[in-house]
């Protein structure tokens, strides 16, 4: 019960980590690029405004004399108008002082922007000596100016923007419409992992519990006990010489592990019968492949592989059946399990004859209406054969029952 429960948890918790931690990750590289774009719109909203500020009070001849002769108050009076031009700007100062190099200089006081005007008079061409202006304006006034409540000036954590405006964006990670997208794309991905999980699971549920019954089966007839799972590794091994695909394998491996299993529904002294069987038990025995194909279909997971099991005695020269196919028409996978089953009963252990040689059992079976292109690959590998590691699926390669 703690290991059916310990996958989904993990699957939910790796999922909502994974896909938090991504938004994150996505978060910081959007809010980075905005804050870049930012910086371009502070810088130039700055500069216009001081360029605008210097060109229409502090490049003016009235002010400059005014300046020049020392008279600060009188000068301060035509700048103090500034304030109603450009809301944005919080004060306007004339001091005493040495004028700025450029026509005006901005630097950074905590959270507030100081501009200071050099004063001149119309062609710009003198500049009062010790007499400079300076326009104050809150940073965040800006800000709220271009991008409203989007951003906030943080003097500790923030990103260095135009003229060294610390930025922090205000959108965190888990703001609700963040909440609402992590939300749905988790719920979504656990779900896809979820069915795909569980639908694996039941595979091989299903899988060991047909196999299980296979083997009591196979039980009544001792010798041939691991019959099924012999054949499923000879099939396995042709169809990696065949180059399968590792999906095409796994239903090759699953379709001969079951191939047989419609002999339960054949009476067990036809099964069990060592001599030859009478033209009646001969046509109830050849009913087999047809009730596993049936009993396949019956399983969501294995329905596709009915046709591999039905066919399995045909042969290419139709004289097999259920249905006396031709070769061209028989599925290769079932022609794989109709080698493989005849090479297994050929050199297994059977009550009523020794077990043949294989180089004899491929002399044998080369006479026989089997794929001969199938069976020139087993003679070619056999060798092979004992050194030959099965992909980790394979359920039962040892046969796990017998451990129990
Ligand atoms: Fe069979």
């Given at each position: 019960?703690k ?32 804050i870049d ?34 008279d600060?108050t009188?000068?301060?009076?035509l ?7 450009f ?9 005493q ?6 026509n ?8 507030l ?15 009062a ?18 991008a409203p ?20 964006a ?5 703001s ?11 719920i ?13 699971s ?13 083997y ?23 169809g ?8 095409r ?16 529904g054949?009476?067990t002294?036809?099964i069990?019968k ?11 025995m050849?009913q ?19 046709d ?33 089953d ?16 294989p ?13 001969q ?6 003679v ?14 394979v ?10």
């Open positions: 019960m290991r059916k429960l310990l996958v989904p948890i993990l699957v939910v918790f790796a999922t909502i980590l994974t896909i938090t931690s991504s938004f994150y990750f996505i978060n910081v590289f959007i809010n980075e690029k905005n774009t930012l910086d371009h719109a502070l810088k130039s909203v700055i500069d216009l405004q001081a360029s605008a500020v210097y060109n229409g009070y502090f490049a003016w001849t009235k002010l400059y004399d005014l300046a020049v002769q020392g600060l009188g000068a301060y009076d700048a103090k108008d500034i304030k109603n031009e809301p944005l700007i919080d004060s306007v100062e004339i001091d002082g040495p004028p700025p190099p450029e005006y200089v901005v630097t950074l006081d905590g959270e922007l100081r501009i200071e005007y050099a004063i001149r008079d119309d062609i710009e061409v003198n500049t000596p010790d007499t400079y202006a300076v326009t104050i304006i809150q940073a965040i006034k800006l800000l709220n100016f271009i409540n989007e951003y906030r000036i943080d003097t500790a954590k923030g990103r260095k923007s135009a003229y060294g405006i610390p930025i922090v205000r959108t965190t990670l888990f609700a419409p963040n909440i609402l997208i992590i939300s749905v794309i988790s979504l991905i656990i779900w896809i992992l979820l069915q795909r999980y569980y639908k694996k039941s595979f091989n549920l299903d899988m060991r519990g047909l196999e299980s019954i296979i009591l089966f196979e039980q009544t007839e001792k010798a041939s006990a691991s019959h099924s799972r012999n054949v499923a590794i000879l099939a396995l091994f042709i990696k010489l065949l180059k399968f695909s590792r999906q394998l796994k239903n090759l491996y699953v379709a001969a592990i079951l191939h047989d299993i419609g002999k339960i054949i009476p002294n036809i069990t060592t001599g030859k069987l009478d033209p009646r038990e001969y046509s109830q050849k087999h492949p047809v009730i596993s194909a049936r009993i396949l279909n019956s399983f969501k997971q294995f329905d596709r592989l009915s591999i099991v039905l066919y399995h005695h045909e042969r290419e020269d139709s004289s097999g059946y259920p249905e006396g196919l031709k070769g061209k028409d028989i599925p290769l996978e079932s022609k794989i399990i109709a080698v493989a005849v090479f297994e009963a050929l050199v297994g252990e059977r009550p009523y004859r020794n077990p043949i040689h180089s004899s059992a491929f002399e044998k079976m080369k006479q026989m209406p089997l794929d292109h199938i069976v020139a690959i087993l070619e590998h056999y060798g092979e054969l004992g050194s030959f590691k099965p992909p980790k699926w359920l039962s390669y040892s046969p796990w029952m017998f451990s129990a």
